[in-house]
């Protein structure tokens, strides 16, 4: 494969070590209980059902995608539109719903615009990974009425360093899989550097059953997905000054990719994007306001669709964002963070199958997150209002899109509790009213998109997506043992989704945007169990999830839709041993719509080992893991390659993946 634009050329063996570091800083702690993302007052009373990943749990995890990554997560399946292109589902939605942050700031990308467009994050370079479900993800935005991903680096240092610290990790899978990373950090009480980098190769991925593939020009059969090779590489530079009551940082980082569409047998898609960042704290301050914090960063980011060796579609997109959050000293009892948020977004497609026009999107919101504790437990409370307006500029090389403006006001508010019912048991419930703009395809899209094989056709007279969300959870911790159930139910009143005519263009069945009512509910649950414990122990993980999603105006299953999983894994830890051995049962997806395909059910297992060493000043981290080991054939049911090309990309065949990462 060769990269678009000489820039792409790759990194020397001395960038790698310069970058070599920053996936491993995070992987050597532990997971912490405080989710920063769901709770901007550092407490760890949530109301809001809440995961993190962090230290080996991201280290065992962690994939080429975000959505495969957090896949397993109850409550959380992914879009899998092949190996190198995937973003989480939350609780049944996906797309704009997912709000995807990078350091608490919008990723500003086009991933949700089509299932084939990769999140340009890497989970090499990342230090933990936040994910909010339910009605307080809101503080990020109406569009986050599915869930928070928040991904999270040390790219600007936040706080004093002490002398030089790095992590390295190298990686070898046998879907042809070589990646490295790492980072070095240096710096004292007045400043912070830090300087990471990742390089990753995959070929294609082995499946267990023979696939055609005319990838080279010729038809061939082969056990495995054809067109799923990727490379991608990036790095960063970030450095921070401290003093006694603040900081100011400023940070730079690029990521550049190459991958395989899987769909189209002869299509790849060639990404390369830029973000710059600049964020700074002040604490200690007089009068109301206790704290101020600002982040602010500019996204330049551009994708080429290549057939065979001729550039196709170009998808261009500049975005800035602007975040102040003030924590304010206590009010009568309450504690809190108002904030205001400015976002800015100029998209462009060229091409002939662009199927959105070029646009402009202005977003201006002002927040407000409270919370106070109580004798029985804490109240938490939030509000968000937002200004959105969107313009359709055209295509000057295509006629077919509408020109036009749309301005919207959306309004969102939530309210949550935790009761301590006693001292190893907790009740949460949340309730909230959120209200989304449409996104500028949904208004003016009109063209073929092959990503889900259709003539997609905007409609300019949406209004706002509006739904009311509750969800109620039961929580137990003892020691080393813990449970957690939560139960949910989400109403649209106008849920926008791109439902199907009787109508085709080009060879292509018509889809429009339309606005339906809905209903999604379901369970999630997951917990420990301690079964041994002496010199070693022997713990029990289980967990399980189910949602049905309901199209209230025909009657009708809404598409893409995890069917029930149930999944246990044993873990074992000695001294510096670990090791786990799990299994996760997948339902039949039958209550699809017209259209979709159903997929039969299947049982994954899957087992990892890894030991801790230490040499001198330098841990050592060794692990292994072994997917899909009995090699069972599977369909996604959440992933639209199903109904669209099936059988082109079924899930990975059983994969072995070794590695080491080091730190000191």
Not at 360 to 380: K, L, N, S, Y
Not at 625 to 644: E, F, G, P, V
Request: glycine share 10%; proline share 4%.
């Amino acid at each position: 494969m060769v990269f678009i634009h000489n820039k792409w050329a790759r990194p020397t063996c001395a960038a790698w070590l310069a970058g070599l570091l920053c996936s491993l800083a995070a992987q050597a702690q532990t997971t912490s209980e405080v989710i920063i993302t769901g709770n901007p007052l550092g407490s760890d009373a949530r109301a809001t059902p809440a995961a993190s990943l962090s230290g080996l749990q991201l280290l065992e995890r962690g994939e080429s995608t975000l959505g495969e990554t957090l896949n397993q997560l109850p409550g959380v399946s992914s879009t899998y539109f092949g190996p190198n292109a995937s973003r989480p589902i939350i609780r049944g939605l996906d797309g704009d719903r997912i709000r995807v942050l990078s350091n608490n700031a919008s990723s500003q990308d086009v991933s949700a615009l089509s299932y084939d467009h990769a999140v340009p994050l890497d989970v090499l370079s990342t230090e933990r990974i936040e994910v909010l479900r339910g009605p307080a993800a809101l503080q990020y935005g109406g569009s986050a009425v599915g869930g928070v991903v928040n991904v999270i680096d040390n790219r600007i240092p936040r706080g004093p360093m002490s002398g030089v610290l790095g992590k390295a990790q190298v990686q070898w899978g046998s879907n042809a899989e070589r990646s490295v990373a790492g980072l070095l950090e240096s710096g004292n009480e007045r400043w912070g550097l830090h300087v990471d980098g990742f390089d990753r190769h995959a070929g294609d991925v082995a499946v267990p059953v023979r696939l055609a593939c005319t990838a080279t020009g010729e038809l061939r059969y082969a056990s495995r997905i054809c067109n799923s090779a990727s490379q991608s590489h990036g790095g960063a530079m970030g450095g921070s000054t401290f003093w006694e009551h603040g900081y100011l940082g400023a940070s730079v980082n690029t990521y550049q990719s190459r991958y395989g569409t899987v769909a189209e047998d002869q299509v790849s898609i060639g990404m390369q994007t830029t973000r710059y960042a600049l964020e700074g704290q002040i604490t200690h301050l007089p009068g109301v306001f206790e704290s101020l914090k600002a982040r602010l960063s500019q996204t330049d980011y551009q994708h080429i669709e290549w057939n065979a060796a001729v550039p196709g579609t170009v998808f261009d997109s500049h975005g800035q964002d602007l975040r102040l959050e003030a924590r304010h000293k206590p009010l009568s009892g309450w504690q809190g963070v108002w904030g205001l948020q400015v976002e800015s977004s100029r998209f462009a497609a060229t091409g002939e199958e662009a199927f959105a026009p070029f646009s402009r999107t202005r977003a201006q919101a002002v927040f407000v997150h409270e919370e106070r504790p109580t004798g029985w437990g804490r109240i938490q409370a939030g509000a968000r209002w937002e200004s959105v307006q969107i313009q359709s500029l055209g295509n000057p090389a295509l006629d077919r899109f509408e020109t036009g403006s749309r301005q919207f006001a959306p309004l969102s508010l939530a309210a949550g509790a935790v009761w301590q019912v006693a001292s190893a048991w907790q009740l949460t419930g949340n309730l909230a009213m959120t209200q989304r703009a449409p996104k500028d395809y949904e208004l003016f899209a009109n063209g073929p998109h092959l990503a889900t094989h259709a003539w997609e056709v905007g409609n300019s007279a949406l209004g706002l997506e509006k739904s009311t969300s509750m969800d109620a959870g039961l929580q137990w911790r003892s020691g080393a043992q813990r449970m957690a159930v939560t139960a949910f139910v989400n109403r649209f009143q106008n849920f926008i989704g791109l439902m199907g005519t009787t109508q085709t263009l080009s060879d292509l069945p018509v889809q429009t945007y339309q606005g339906v009512r809905a209903r999604l509910q379901g369970l999630e649950a997951h917990g420990r169990m301690r079964l041994f414990m002496d010199v070693s122990t022997l713990d029990l993980d289980w967990r399980a999830d189910a949602v049905r999603a309901h199209n209230d105006n025909t009657g009708e299953p809404l598409p893409r839709i995890a069917p029930l999983r149930l999944g246990a894994t044993l873990v074992y830890a000695q001294g510096p041993w670990n090791a786990k051995l799990g299994v996760d049962a997948y339902a039949a997806q039958n209550r699809v719509p017209l259209g979709s395909v159903a997929t039969a059910a299947y049982t994954l297992v899957n087992a990892s080992a890894a030991y801790r060493q230490q040499v001198g000043g330098i841990s050592l981290q060794w692990f292994a893991r072994l997917d899909n080991i009995t090699d069972q054939l599977a369909y996604s049911a959440s992933s639209i390659l199903t109904s669209t090309a099936f059988g082109k990309a079924p899930l990975p065949g059983r994969a072995l993946k070794l590695g080491v990462q080091m730190s000191f």
